[in-house]
């Protein structure tokens, strides 16, 4: 019996093995022989307590985006695994390495009937990477290893491994409790392009008279940014982001033009998307978002495009050369191509050309953020945030008001992840457990989290999880009553017919402080950059309730409300 070990207990040593730390999740009835080996066992893995299984998934998505390691989330059977999902296909839509582990009613029992039954791996199939439901417990250590190969390989996403409960009592050969370190960790096993792509690319771009780069968020992903800063500074070329993109390069950076397309993008950055005679996608997959509904690049324009997903190419537009690999790679060898001809700067006027977009873009900006109006307007808190955040902090939005103002004039001032939101199916409630993610993979940055009211509402009973915690996050809710990009929507597209977009004003700062959270509510926007000055200094979660102007009467950066 010494040599034994349970499924459960298997399933505990095998997320060791891959070098998990922490888990995101909510016990049930199935997760009984999983709870007591996590209990029992002794380990390095922290598991972190949520009130919904939705939450969970959103706080591995998190952890995931700021560490570059594997997101995991537990749940139960039934409800649990139905509302594991989102999190899931965002993660998955987003290339961010996200396991969701469901337990699930036993083998034994399956077509009799029994409470919580639901197909999981039908229920999952659609929506992950890579997905099964392990029926023998001999199976559980090459499954997890399988999943985490899956999700750290190629373009990274989700995945979901359901573990019956008689399948947690059965046996397991210690033996094969081993792992692949590289797949610990994302991008692994990176690939390099096909031999001569580096150098395809390299001539067409310099043979372009206005070249523009928009990076996706798979330049952060793979770890691409110093390589992107010295090609386009070598080449004073310009680039531009897609919200996901943002951190490609610092914000402030000279060739960084910021965030283009419909959702973040202003006319002024829109001027370089439409006047580019080549267009470089980098880690981007020429969406709709980026591409105000593909209004730019027009047809005919070239296109040049680096991914590491061969089904990107050619899909939304004729591409002139594909350079399919790792970004961080091809980049690297896009630099050694232009060694080998002495390319230095000064090539495109990028920085130039920028400069003067922005000098117009933030003259608007500027007027507004020193605005004394109330109802407060979100240009002002922004530029509170500017003024209050240090360099290092992480942000997480929720994809509504807070999203588009926050890209559009927020200057990062370093590369990398520190900005988060869930740009691939937008779900309301993200940013708030999100942020408890993020948090925990990297607890020496000040994590802040903005919302809307309407977001509040999806997820606010995860504020005990977060004072449970003692997680220093400060929370920011623009509160405006409603849902404020369908009611802006029904502005714009339905004459400002308004249906069922509006709601009761809620006191957030009242309900956050009944949770444990200290909390403030303001409407004076001379005390707004006061406040936010104290909560950022506070030893443990902090909550502004900021009455903020309707997102319908305001010019928000959104060139198009339907994405």
């Not at 110093?226 to 070598?234: F, H, P």
């Not at 402030?252 to 006047?275: I, Q, R």
């Not at 008001?401 to 990062?412: K, R, V």
């Amino acid at each position: 019996m010494e040599n034994q070990m349970n499924g459960a207990e298997a399933m505990v040593r095998m997320l060791e093995a891959q070098g998990v730390e922490h888990i995101f999740g909510l016990c049930g009835d199935t997760t009984l022989p999983f709870y007591d080996a996590m209990l029992r066992l002794d380990h390095n893995i922290t598991h972190v307590l949520t009130r919904d299984e939705r939450s969970a998934t959103y706080m591995a998505d998190g952890y995931s985006r700021v560490t570059g390691k594997v997101g995991v989330a537990e749940g139960p059977s039934g409800g649990g695994a139905t509302y594991i999902l989102p999190g899931l296909i965002e993660a998955s839509e987003s290339s961010y390495a996200v396991l969701g582990i469901t337990t699930d009613i036993s083998v034994a029992s399956y077509g009799k009937y029994p409470l919580t039954e639901v197909n999981q791996e039908a229920l999952m199939a659609p929506l992950t990477k890579w997905n099964t439901v392990i029926k023998r417990s001999d199976h559980i250590p090459r499954m997890v290893r399988a999943a985490f190969r899956a999700m750290t390989t190629g373009r990274s996403g989700a995945a979901h491994i359901g573990l019956p409960y008689d399948v947690q009592y059965d046996a397991v050969d210690p033996s094969d409790i081993w792992a692949d370190g590289a797949t610990n960790s994302y991008p692994a096993y990176p690939q390099a392009p096909a031999p001569g792509a580096a150098q395809a690319a390299v001539e067409a771009i310099v043979s372009a008279k206005n070249p523009l780069i928009v990076c996706g968020g798979g330049v952060v992903i793979a770890g691409a940014m110093e390589e992107l800063d010295r090609l386009a500074t070598r080449l004073d070329i310009p680039v531009a982001t897609s919200i996901s993109g943002q951190g490609s390069l610092a914000e402030t950076h000279p060739n960084c033009l910021g965030v283009v397309g419909s959702n973040g993008g202003t006319d002024e950055t829109w001027e370089m998307m439409e006047a580019a005679d080549l267009v470089v996608f980098m880690g981007a997959r020429a969406g709709s978002t980026t591409t105000a509904r593909w209004e730019a690049p027009k047809p005919g324009t070239r296109i040049v495009h680096f991914d590491n997903d061969p089904m990107v190419m050619n899909a939304n537009y004729q591409t002139e050369v594909a350079v399919v690999g790792d970004l961080r790679l091809a980049l690297a060898e896009v630099n050694a191509v232009l060694d080998t001809r002495d390319q230095g700067a000064d090539t495109f006027g990028g920085a130039a050309a920028i400069a003067e977009r922005k000098a117009r873009k933030f003259e608007i900006f500027d007027k507004l953020a020193q605005s004394d109006q109330a109802p407060i307007r979100p240009e002002r808190v922004i530029q509170a945030l500017m003024n209050t955040l240090p360099a290092d902090a992480t942000v997480v939005s929720d994809p509504g008001t807070s999203c588009p103002y926050f890209s559009a004039y927020y200057q990062l001032p370093q590369p990398g992840r520190h900005f988060i939101t869930n740009r691939a199916h937008g779900a309301l409630g993200y940013s708030l457990s999100a942020a408890l993610g993020a948090w925990f993979g990297r607890p020496a940055s000040k994590t802040v989290a903005l919302m809307g009211d309407g977001s509040f509402g999806f997820t606010v009973g995860e504020l005990e999880t977060v004072c449970r915690a003692r997680a220093p996050i400060t929370y920011i809710v623009f509160s405006n009553s409603n849902f404020g990009w369908i009611k802006a929507s029904q502005f714009a597209d339905k004459d400002a017919r308004y249906y069922n977009v509006d709601f009761n004003r809620t006191d957030h700062a009242a309900v956050a402080a009944a949770y444990g959270v200290k909390s403030w509510r303001v409407e004076n926007p001379d005390d707004l950059e006061r406040v936010l000055r104290e909560a950022i200094a506070h030893d443990g979660p902090t909550l502004i309730d900021v009455v903020t102007q309707a997102l319908e009467e305001s010019n928000a950066p959104v060139r198009r409300w339907m994405g």
